[in-house]
Protein backbone atom coordinates (compact mmCIF):
# COMPACT_ATOMS: atom_id res chain seq x y z
CA UNK A 1 0.00 0.00 0.00
CA UNK A 2 1.38 3.71 -0.62
CA UNK A 3 0.97 5.82 2.29
CA UNK A 4 1.37 9.24 0.04
CA UNK A 5 -2.06 8.43 -1.45
CA UNK A 6 -3.19 8.07 1.89
CA UNK A 7 -1.98 11.60 3.62
CA UNK A 8 -4.19 14.13 3.44
CA UNK A 9 -3.28 16.86 0.36
CA UNK A 10 -2.56 19.99 1.97
CA UNK A 11 -0.14 19.46 4.53
CA UNK A 12 3.25 20.97 3.71
CA UNK A 13 5.78 19.11 4.65
CA UNK A 14 8.23 21.12 7.90
CA UNK A 15 6.28 24.42 7.54
CA UNK A 16 7.23 25.48 11.11
CA UNK A 17 10.82 24.99 10.49
CA UNK A 18 10.95 26.42 6.62
CA UNK A 19 9.16 29.49 8.06
CA UNK A 20 11.99 29.67 11.02
CA UNK A 21 14.75 29.80 8.37
CA UNK A 22 13.27 31.54 5.90
CA UNK A 23 10.91 34.06 7.96
CA UNK A 24 14.03 36.32 8.80
CA UNK A 25 14.45 37.34 5.26
CA UNK A 26 11.06 37.79 4.75
CA UNK A 27 10.32 41.19 7.02
CA UNK A 28 10.73 43.97 4.56
CA UNK A 29 8.68 45.46 2.39
CA UNK A 30 8.51 44.21 -0.83
CA UNK A 31 10.72 40.93 -0.15
CA UNK A 32 10.46 38.53 -2.71
CA UNK A 33 10.25 35.29 -1.94
CA UNK A 34 10.43 32.64 -4.83
CA UNK A 35 8.95 29.17 -4.26
CA UNK A 36 10.18 26.96 -6.77
CA UNK A 37 8.41 23.98 -6.44
CA UNK A 38 4.67 25.52 -5.88
CA UNK A 39 2.97 22.03 -5.97
CA UNK A 40 -0.43 23.12 -4.30
CA UNK A 41 0.74 26.31 -3.09
CA UNK A 42 0.75 25.20 0.80
CA UNK A 43 4.07 26.65 1.66
CA UNK A 44 3.39 29.78 -0.38
CA UNK A 45 -0.03 30.26 1.18
CA UNK A 46 1.39 30.34 4.49
CA UNK A 47 4.42 32.82 3.78
CA UNK A 48 1.73 34.97 1.63
CA UNK A 49 -0.12 35.41 4.90
CA UNK A 50 2.51 35.46 7.63
CA UNK A 51 4.56 37.90 5.88
CA UNK A 52 2.13 40.59 4.46
CA UNK A 53 4.33 42.93 2.77
CA UNK A 54 6.25 40.15 0.66
CA UNK A 55 5.67 38.84 -3.09
CA UNK A 56 5.96 35.58 -4.64
CA UNK A 57 7.06 34.02 -7.73
CA UNK A 58 6.11 30.60 -7.79
CA UNK A 59 7.63 28.09 -10.66
CA UNK A 60 6.19 24.61 -11.17
CA UNK A 61 6.79 22.57 -14.39
CA UNK A 62 3.29 20.95 -13.84
CA UNK A 63 0.52 23.00 -15.62
CA UNK A 64 -2.15 21.57 -13.30
CA UNK A 65 0.08 22.52 -10.43
CA UNK A 66 0.33 25.83 -11.57
CA UNK A 67 -3.43 26.23 -11.77
CA UNK A 68 -4.83 24.62 -8.50
CA UNK A 69 -2.34 26.91 -6.80
CA UNK A 70 -3.32 29.61 -9.06
CA UNK A 71 -6.66 29.06 -7.20
CA UNK A 72 -6.03 28.71 -3.35
CA UNK A 73 -3.43 31.64 -3.74
CA UNK A 74 -6.35 33.70 -6.03
CA UNK A 75 -7.12 36.16 -2.29
CA UNK A 76 -3.47 37.36 -2.79
CA UNK A 77 -3.61 37.68 -6.80
CA UNK A 78 -2.08 41.28 -6.20
CA UNK A 79 1.24 39.95 -4.70
CA UNK A 80 1.95 36.82 -6.98
CA UNK A 81 3.31 35.81 -10.28
CA UNK A 82 3.22 32.35 -11.23
CA UNK A 83 5.69 31.12 -13.78
CA UNK A 84 5.34 27.73 -15.92
CA UNK A 85 8.93 26.47 -15.84
CA UNK A 86 11.13 23.96 -14.69
CA UNK A 87 13.29 25.23 -11.89
CA UNK A 88 16.26 25.27 -13.77
CA UNK A 89 14.17 28.56 -15.65
CA UNK A 90 14.64 30.65 -12.53
CA UNK A 91 16.61 33.34 -13.76
CA UNK A 92 14.26 34.12 -17.11
CA UNK A 93 10.98 33.40 -14.60
CA UNK A 94 12.55 36.25 -12.23
CA UNK A 95 12.82 38.51 -15.30
CA UNK A 96 9.60 37.85 -16.40
CA UNK A 97 8.09 39.03 -13.16
CA UNK A 98 10.62 41.71 -13.98
CA UNK A 99 13.12 41.01 -11.32
CA UNK A 100 15.49 40.40 -13.83
CA UNK A 101 18.77 41.50 -11.83
CA UNK A 102 20.59 38.83 -9.86
CA UNK A 103 20.44 39.53 -6.02
CA UNK A 104 16.94 40.43 -5.78
CA UNK A 105 15.35 37.72 -4.07
CA UNK A 106 14.77 37.20 -0.29
CA UNK A 107 14.31 33.49 0.26
CA UNK A 108 13.74 30.69 -1.99
CA UNK A 109 12.13 27.49 -1.03
CA UNK A 110 12.67 24.07 -3.04
CA UNK A 111 10.08 21.66 -1.77
CA UNK A 112 11.80 18.47 -4.49
CA UNK A 113 10.11 15.66 -5.16
CA UNK A 114 6.42 14.58 -6.68
CA UNK A 115 3.36 16.00 -4.87
CA UNK A 116 1.03 14.31 -2.98
CA UNK A 117 -1.55 15.58 -5.90
CA UNK A 118 0.61 14.13 -8.32
CA UNK A 119 0.19 10.63 -6.89
CA UNK A 120 -3.12 11.18 -6.12
CA UNK A 121 -4.42 11.33 -9.53
CA UNK A 122 -4.05 8.04 -11.13
CA UNK A 123 -4.09 9.01 -14.63
CA UNK A 124 -0.51 10.31 -14.25
CA UNK A 125 0.84 7.16 -13.73
CA UNK A 126 2.92 7.82 -10.41
CA UNK A 127 1.67 5.49 -7.86
CA UNK A 128 2.42 1.73 -8.19
CA UNK A 129 -0.74 1.07 -6.58
CA UNK A 130 -3.36 2.05 -9.31
CA UNK A 131 -3.48 0.53 -12.85
CA UNK A 132 -2.69 3.68 -14.42
CA UNK A 133 -1.06 4.47 -18.57
CA UNK A 134 2.89 4.66 -18.07
CA UNK A 135 3.42 8.31 -18.09
CA UNK A 136 4.79 9.53 -14.86
CA UNK A 137 5.89 13.17 -16.60
CA UNK A 138 5.43 16.05 -14.18
CA UNK A 139 5.00 18.22 -16.98
CA UNK A 140 2.96 16.70 -19.23
CA UNK A 141 3.31 18.88 -22.34
CA UNK A 142 6.22 17.62 -22.93
CA UNK A 143 9.02 15.28 -23.32
CA UNK A 144 9.02 11.49 -23.06
CA UNK A 145 7.13 9.00 -20.72
CA UNK A 146 7.91 5.69 -18.54
CA UNK A 147 5.73 3.71 -20.93
CA UNK A 148 9.11 5.32 -23.65
CA UNK A 149 11.63 4.75 -21.39
CA UNK A 150 10.69 0.91 -21.38
CA UNK A 151 9.94 0.63 -24.64
CA UNK A 152 13.28 1.93 -26.09
CA UNK A 153 15.93 2.05 -23.45
CA UNK A 154 19.26 -0.51 -24.18
CA UNK A 155 19.42 -3.26 -21.55
CA UNK A 156 22.79 -0.95 -19.88
CA UNK A 157 20.74 2.28 -20.09
CA UNK A 158 17.77 0.68 -18.56
CA UNK A 159 19.77 -0.94 -16.05
CA UNK A 160 21.84 2.34 -15.14
CA UNK A 161 18.22 4.08 -14.31
CA UNK A 162 17.19 1.63 -12.15
CA UNK A 163 20.62 1.19 -10.40
CA UNK A 164 21.78 4.43 -10.04
CA UNK A 165 18.36 6.21 -9.74
CA UNK A 166 16.38 3.57 -7.62
CA UNK A 167 19.41 1.46 -5.88
CA UNK A 168 17.96 -1.44 -7.49
CA UNK A 169 20.21 -4.26 -6.54
CA UNK A 170 17.91 -6.49 -9.26
CA UNK A 171 18.42 -3.75 -12.05
CA UNK A 172 20.40 -6.13 -14.36
CA UNK A 173 17.52 -8.69 -14.17
CA UNK A 174 14.62 -6.41 -14.59
CA UNK A 175 15.97 -5.12 -17.34
CA UNK A 176 16.37 -7.89 -19.07
CA UNK A 177 12.77 -8.61 -18.16
CA UNK A 178 11.59 -5.80 -19.36
CA UNK A 179 13.44 -6.31 -23.00
CA UNK A 180 12.09 -10.16 -23.06
CA UNK A 181 8.80 -8.75 -22.44
CA UNK A 182 8.56 -5.84 -24.64
CA UNK A 183 9.62 -7.81 -27.86
CA UNK A 184 6.36 -9.36 -27.21
CA UNK A 185 4.22 -6.87 -26.21
CA UNK A 186 5.34 -2.93 -25.84
CA UNK A 187 4.12 -1.47 -22.14
CA UNK A 188 1.70 0.87 -22.00
CA UNK A 189 0.03 0.72 -18.18
CA UNK A 190 1.31 0.01 -14.81
CA UNK A 191 -0.21 -2.88 -13.81
CA UNK A 192 2.26 -4.52 -16.57
CA UNK A 193 4.94 -3.15 -14.70
CA UNK A 194 4.30 -4.10 -11.25
CA UNK A 195 3.35 -7.96 -12.45
CA UNK A 196 6.54 -7.83 -14.11
CA UNK A 197 8.35 -6.60 -10.97
CA UNK A 198 6.75 -8.91 -8.88
CA UNK A 199 7.70 -11.87 -10.69
CA UNK A 200 11.14 -10.55 -11.26
CA UNK A 201 12.37 -9.66 -7.53
CA UNK A 202 13.11 -13.14 -5.70
CA UNK A 203 10.36 -13.42 -2.84
CA UNK A 204 12.70 -13.74 -0.03
CA UNK A 205 14.22 -9.85 -1.17
CA UNK A 206 10.13 -8.78 -1.51
CA UNK A 207 9.99 -9.69 2.20
CA UNK A 208 12.34 -7.43 3.31
CA UNK A 209 12.96 -4.76 0.64
CA UNK A 210 9.79 -2.82 0.98
CA UNK A 211 7.30 -2.81 -2.18
CA UNK A 212 8.79 -4.75 -4.92
CA UNK A 213 7.56 -1.74 -7.77
CA UNK A 214 9.04 1.15 -4.97
CA UNK A 215 12.54 1.64 -6.51
CA UNK A 216 11.84 1.06 -9.97
CA UNK A 217 8.90 3.63 -10.09
CA UNK A 218 11.01 6.16 -8.51
CA UNK A 219 14.11 5.43 -10.95
CA UNK A 220 12.19 5.95 -13.98
CA UNK A 221 10.09 9.10 -12.77
CA UNK A 222 13.44 10.56 -12.07
CA UNK A 223 14.98 9.76 -15.67
CA UNK A 224 11.66 11.11 -17.18
CA UNK A 225 11.60 14.33 -15.46
CA UNK A 226 15.79 14.89 -15.54
CA UNK A 227 15.34 15.73 -12.04
CA UNK A 228 18.76 15.57 -10.94
CA UNK A 229 20.13 17.34 -14.30
CA UNK A 230 17.22 20.21 -13.80
CA UNK A 231 18.30 20.28 -9.68
CA UNK A 232 22.15 20.36 -10.65
CA UNK A 233 21.59 23.67 -13.11
CA UNK A 234 18.71 24.97 -10.89
CA UNK A 235 20.97 25.27 -7.62
CA UNK A 236 23.60 27.68 -8.54
CA UNK A 237 21.20 29.96 -10.38
CA UNK A 238 18.82 29.85 -7.12
CA UNK A 239 22.03 30.61 -5.32
CA UNK A 240 22.90 33.67 -7.34
CA UNK A 241 19.95 34.88 -7.23
CA UNK A 242 19.57 35.58 -3.71
CA UNK A 243 20.21 39.07 -1.98
CA UNK A 244 22.52 39.33 0.78
CA UNK A 245 20.82 38.16 3.94
CA UNK A 246 18.54 35.91 1.66
CA UNK A 247 17.73 32.63 2.62
CA UNK A 248 17.18 29.31 0.97
CA UNK A 249 15.25 26.13 1.93
CA UNK A 250 16.19 22.87 0.00
CA UNK A 251 13.88 19.64 1.25
CA UNK A 252 15.76 16.36 -0.66
CA UNK A 253 13.82 12.88 -0.31
CA UNK A 254 16.26 10.81 -1.78
CA UNK A 255 19.76 10.72 -1.17
CA UNK A 256 20.99 11.66 -5.10
CA UNK A 257 19.16 15.28 -4.73
CA UNK A 258 20.91 15.44 -1.05
CA UNK A 259 24.42 15.41 -2.18
CA UNK A 260 23.76 17.49 -5.09
CA UNK A 261 22.58 20.35 -2.74
CA UNK A 262 25.24 19.41 -0.22
CA UNK A 263 28.03 19.62 -2.85
CA UNK A 264 26.54 22.73 -4.35
CA UNK A 265 26.92 24.71 -0.99
CA UNK A 266 30.39 23.59 -0.38
CA UNK A 267 32.52 25.56 -2.08
CA UNK A 268 30.21 28.73 -0.96
CA UNK A 269 30.70 28.55 2.62
CA UNK A 270 34.23 28.42 2.71
CA UNK A 271 36.88 31.53 2.80
CA UNK A 272 38.90 31.62 -0.67
CA UNK A 273 41.84 33.61 1.00
CA UNK A 274 44.73 31.49 1.07
CA UNK A 275 45.95 29.45 4.18
CA UNK A 276 47.98 31.14 6.25
CA UNK A 277 47.08 34.79 5.63
CA UNK A 278 46.33 37.19 8.93
CA UNK A 279 43.11 38.48 6.84
CA UNK A 280 40.46 37.73 4.57
CA UNK A 281 41.05 39.11 1.41
CA UNK A 282 38.70 41.28 0.07
CA UNK A 283 35.72 39.57 -2.20
CA UNK A 284 37.02 35.97 -1.13
CA UNK A 285 35.37 35.26 1.97
CA UNK A 286 32.19 32.57 2.58
CA UNK A 287 29.46 33.66 0.44
CA UNK A 288 26.66 31.74 2.24
CA UNK A 289 26.62 30.21 6.02
CA UNK A 290 24.82 27.21 6.76
CA UNK A 291 21.91 27.42 8.77
CA UNK A 292 21.31 23.57 9.34
CA UNK A 293 23.91 21.23 10.90
CA UNK A 294 24.20 18.72 8.03
CA UNK A 295 20.83 17.62 7.12
CA UNK A 296 17.77 18.19 9.59
CA UNK A 297 14.84 15.42 9.17
CA UNK A 298 11.58 15.70 10.24
CA UNK A 299 11.08 14.94 14.20
CA UNK A 300 8.28 12.04 15.34
CA UNK A 301 5.55 14.40 15.85
CA UNK A 302 6.20 15.90 12.30
CA UNK A 303 6.22 12.30 10.89
CA UNK A 304 3.20 11.18 12.71
CA UNK A 305 1.39 14.15 11.55
CA UNK A 306 2.67 13.66 7.91
CA UNK A 307 3.77 10.38 6.78
CA UNK A 308 5.13 12.19 3.73
CA UNK A 309 7.95 14.43 5.66
CA UNK A 310 9.69 10.95 6.83
CA UNK A 311 12.57 10.99 4.34
CA UNK A 312 12.98 14.92 4.29
CA UNK A 313 16.59 16.21 4.13
CA UNK A 314 16.72 19.65 4.75
CA UNK A 315 19.09 21.94 4.35
CA UNK A 316 19.25 25.76 4.28
CA UNK A 317 21.61 28.62 4.18
CA UNK A 318 21.92 32.39 4.13
CA UNK A 319 23.77 34.85 1.86
CA UNK A 320 26.37 36.62 3.88
CA UNK A 321 28.30 38.05 0.70
CA UNK A 322 27.62 39.25 -2.41
CA UNK A 323 28.85 37.13 -5.49
CA UNK A 324 29.88 37.90 -8.33
CA UNK A 325 28.15 40.25 -10.10
CA UNK A 326 26.47 41.43 -6.90
CA UNK A 327 27.60 44.28 -4.51
CA UNK A 328 27.05 44.33 -0.65
CA UNK A 329 23.96 46.54 -0.88
CA UNK A 330 22.14 44.41 -3.97
CA UNK A 331 22.28 44.36 -7.70
CA UNK A 332 25.47 46.25 -9.91
C1 LIG B 1 6.50 18.25 -3.16
S1 LIG B 1 5.65 19.21 -4.31
C2 LIG B 1 5.60 20.81 -3.60
C3 LIG B 1 4.48 21.01 -2.63
C4 LIG B 1 4.37 22.44 -2.14
N1 LIG B 1 5.51 22.84 -1.35
C5 LIG B 1 3.08 22.66 -1.37
O1 LIG B 1 3.14 23.10 -0.21
O2 LIG B 1 1.99 22.41 -1.93
C6 LIG B 1 6.83 19.40 -5.58
C7 LIG B 1 6.35 20.19 -6.78
O3 LIG B 1 7.52 20.52 -7.52
C8 LIG B 1 7.26 20.40 -8.89
N2 LIG B 1 8.54 20.11 -9.54
C9 LIG B 1 9.29 18.99 -9.44
N3 LIG B 1 10.39 19.10 -10.19
C10 LIG B 1 10.36 20.33 -10.75
C11 LIG B 1 11.23 21.04 -11.62
N4 LIG B 1 12.35 20.50 -12.08
N5 LIG B 1 10.89 22.29 -11.98
C12 LIG B 1 9.73 22.86 -11.53
N6 LIG B 1 8.85 22.23 -10.72
C13 LIG B 1 9.17 20.98 -10.33
C14 LIG B 1 6.28 19.26 -9.01
O4 LIG B 1 5.54 19.39 -10.21
C15 LIG B 1 5.44 19.43 -7.74
O5 LIG B 1 4.29 20.20 -8.02
Redesign the pocket.
Known amino acids: MNHEAETPR?V??LLDRADELLGPALGEPGAVYV??????????EHFLRAYPQSRLVG????TT?LKL?GERLAPFADRITLVH????GIADALSEAGLAETGSVSAI?M?????S??LDEADRGFAYSVDAPLDMR??PTTGITAADVLNTYSHGDLARVLKTYGDERFAGKIASEVLRRRAVTPFTTSAELVELLYATIPAAARRTGGHPAKRTFQALRVEV?G?LD??RA?LPAALDALRVGGRIVVMSYQSLEDRLVKQEFAPRIVSRTPPGLPVELPGMGPEFRMLTRGAEKATESEIEKNPRSAPVRMRAAERIAAGSGQTQEGTR
Open positions: HPVDATLGLGGHALDRDAATRYDLDLGVSMQMDNESLA
